[in-house]
């Protein structure tokens, strides 16, 4: 069961930061925080902490409308993301 849901969030977060990056690049706020906050859910359910947070500052920025913390945040949800990312493939090439 376990190993289910790292494969399925390390298949899913990629196609998830493609979407908030994209929302980035059009500078759509909005879209900005629906993917940041379905990218946040995922990240919480496998305990990658650093990384929701960085999602839910994301998430929060859009929402007031603080555009221009948004570059700066998706390139540390871009670090945190392939940090974990790597963690979990390791974990699950264990398996």
Do not use: C, Y
Request: net charge negative; charged share 20%; glycine share 8%.
């Amino acid at each position: 069961m376990l190993g289910a849901l790292l494969t399925t969030f390390v298949e899913d977060a990629p196609v998830r930061f493609a979407a908030l990056e994209q929302a980035a690049q059009s500078d759509d706020a909005k879209a900005i925080e629906t993917a940041a906050h379905a990218f946040k859910s995922g990240a919480g359910t496998v305990h990658a902490t650093v990384l929701a947070t960085a999602l839910a500052n994301a998430e929060s920025a859009a929402r007031g409308g603080h555009l221009e913390a948004i570059t700066e945040l998706i390139e540390q949800i871009r670090r945190e993301h392939h940090a974990v990312l790597g963690e979990l493939e390791a974990f699950l090439g264990d398996k």
